[in-house]
């Protein structure tokens, strides 16, 4: 990777799966990488490959002055907390520093949250697999200034980077992604059960609908897993279920009804919360037919 963010001090929270990649490839791109995370093994691994660590937040935002500070947590909430709250960024924070969101985070709270700090709402789609390989699809919500900003950032991370207007915007469209992601997972997951029922072979039904119309990436890659039953959390449900959450949320907000998300989030909070399924794959919604 050339070295295109030397110069750069960037300050990263949350080293999850996807944050811990994230911050790799930043830190390979030439930045210097300044790391803070709740517990100490992603942390230590991140100090080991080179980056820096934070012991504090106030102490992360102090480091990195007037440049970017990454987050990527898990729900509305823990950001608020990070970013705003006691012992939070904001105690240390300078005032002309940036914060990009990767994190799926609520649209009214990232509208705030860009009121109060310089913010750019970038969700990203791809999974650990595009976080690694910096092909993830990147949303982003904010100013065009704030943007092109961030914007040096982003493509190091992503290979697909689109600004879709004013903050939230990049929210909106990942809970359209994720719309459509528990859905088809359902649909998916159906379609193969259907299939195992009749008698006829599921791995064979999948691979003849990858040449048709039905194809996608979730055929191609939870598909598999759905007949391999390999449930092994890559995307967990639990955070599945809290999009499908949010993006109900943002449905009643709007006024806009539909039976068949309603139908959705029940499954969903069948799955996570009557029978306890949150810390398996999202793939594993299969279950509920077997």
Not at 75 to 85: A, N, Q, R, Y
Not at 227 to 238: C, I, L, N
Not at 239 to 261: H, M, N, Y
């Amino acid at each position: 990777m050339d070295k295109t963010l030397s110069g750069h001090k960037i300050g990263f929270a949350g080293l999850g799966n996807m944050g811990r990649a994230m911050a790799r490839r930043l830190h390979e791109a030439g930045a210097e990488v300044v790391v803070w995370n709740r517990s100490d093994g992603p942390a230590e691994a991140a100090v080991a490959l080179g980056m820096k660590r934070a012991a504090t937040l106030p102490e992360l935002a102090r480091q990195i002055g007037d440049g970017v500070i990454c987050v990527n947590l898990t729900t509305t909430e823990v950001v608020e907390k990070v970013v705003f709250g006691g012992n939070g960024l904001v105690e240390g924070l300078n005032a002309d520093a940036m914060i990009i969101d990767f994190g799926t985070t609520g649209v009214p709270a990232t509208q705030e949250f860009a009121r109060r700090a310089t913010w750019i709402d970038a969700p990203v789609s791809g999974g650990q697999v595009g976080a690694e390989a910096g092909t993830l699809t990147i949303m982003a919500g904010g100013s065009e200034s704030a943007f092109q900003r961030a914007l040096p950032v982003l493509q190091v991370i992503g290979q697909r980077v689109t600004h879709l207007g004013p903050s939230g915007s990049g929210q909106v469209t990942k809970l359209a992604n994720q719309l459509i992601v528990a859905q088809t997972i359902d649909a998916v997951a159906q379609a193969l059960r259907l299939a195992e029922l009749a008698g006829v072979d599921p791995a064979k039904v999948r691979e003849a609908l990858l040449g048709g119309f039905a194809e996608s990436r979730i055929l191609q890659l939870h598909g598999d897993r759905m007949v391999r039953r390999d449930f092994a959390p890559g995307g967990r449900s639990e955070w599945q279920l809290k999009d499908v959450r949010l993006i109900c949320e943002l449905a009643a907000s709007l006024g806009f009804q539909s039976p068949t998300l309603d139908n959705c989030r029940a499954q969903w909070e069948k799955f996570v919360v009557e029978e306890g399924h949150g810390d398996i794959d999202h793939s594993g919604l299969f279950l509920l037919y077997e």
